[in-house]
């Protein structure tokens, strides 16, 4: 499998030179594998890092690499989480049929969210006016299911640890290989670490976790942000030592406000942590093979 960030910042989109090289579009990742020539992905939320995901598809189809045979799985439904999706390429093609995944909230499931944000006047097309086929799957906690052979496990924290409905947790498997991703994001993590994300990814080989905050600006008292459902980047270590993660640990969903040289500093402060395993920041378009 091979696993691409698209997209790496929280909350909103945060271009121009001060984020040049981590890249300022929100939230997407992508995990692939190659069978038969064909490039087989499971795209995790459409944030604005989804824009450019979707030309890079339709750019493969064109070629003959991969079919707009979308599988895309959302955390929740915040815009850092969506926003991309009316404007992801494939939709606007008449031969690509969607499998569009995420939780049920407030008696609506994924479809009739992403309608709500396409409504005139707020925007131009309507969400039954995209010309893709679109199917839509309420995931629960603790279900397997494969899709574009990868094995996938879903977990909802009970407590929820993120605002409003919290957020659902992937695990993706490559069956061949039997090696894993956890995608733990938006999560904010508990004292001690948090139980659930410890059990659900234990013995991963790659955990991608919410790092959107430094320890002091969650520990400050002048803009308080605990509860606002994030994670810092001990946080992150503390979860990926838990859980035993073989290879890396990769972090992502930025803080908008932190520049290029400030994750660069985070980065460096990093590599100094005793570990079993490689930390990484994310940065747009960089690609790890698990
Ligand atoms: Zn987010
Ligand atoms: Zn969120």
């Not at 039997?178 to 790659?206: H, M």
């Not at 976790?209 to 008292?221: F, L, M, V």
């Not at 890396?248 to 100094?272: G, M, R, V, W």
Request: glycine residues 8%; negative net charge; contains cysteine.
């Amino acid at each position: 499998m091979k696993i691409k960030f698209h997209g790496v910042r929280g909350s909103y989109p945060k271009p121009g030179p001060s984020t040049v090289r981590y890249g300022g579009n929100t939230t997407c990742v992508s995990i692939s594998k190659i069978v038969d020539n064909k490039v087989q992905r499971i795209i995790i939320d459409s944030g604005t890092g989804s824009i450019n995901l979707g030309t890079e598809i339709v750019k493969n189809y064109i070629e003959g690499k991969e079919d707009l045979d979308i599988s895309m799985l959302f955390t929740h439904l915040h815009p850092d989480h969506t926003q991309g999706f009316s404007f992801f390429a494939p939709n606007y093609f008449k031969e690509c049929s969607m499998k569009l995944m995420g939780m049920r909230t407030l008696k609506k499931h994924i479809g009739m969210i992403l309608e709500e944000s396409m409504l005139p006047p707020t925007f131009p097309i309507e969400y039954k006016d995209l010309k893709s086929q679109r199917k839509h799957y309420e995931l629960k906690d603790g279900i397997t299911f494969k899709a574009k052979y990868m094995e996938i496990e879903v977990m909802q924290a009970f407590a929820p640890s993120h605002p409003q409905q919290g957020a659902l947790y992937y695990k993706i498997t490559d069956p061949d290989t039997n090696r894993s991703v956890a995608c733990i994001w938006d999560l904010e993590s508990k004292i001690g670490g948090d139980k659930a994300v410890e059990k659900f990814s234990t013995g991963c080989n790659v955990m991608i976790h919410d790092t959107q905050y430094t320890a002091d600006e969650y520990n400050s008292d002048k803009m308080i942000v605990q509860g606002f459902g994030h994670s810092t980047y001990p946080m992150a270590v503390e979860n990926a030592n838990l859980a035993k993660v073989k290879d890396k640990l990769i972090c992502t969903h930025f803080n908008p406000a932190h520049s290029d040289e400030k994750l660069d500093s985070i980065a460096e402060e990093l590599k100094s942590q005793e570990t079993g395993y490689e930390i990484l920041l994310a940065q747009e378009g960089m690609e790890i093979k698990v």
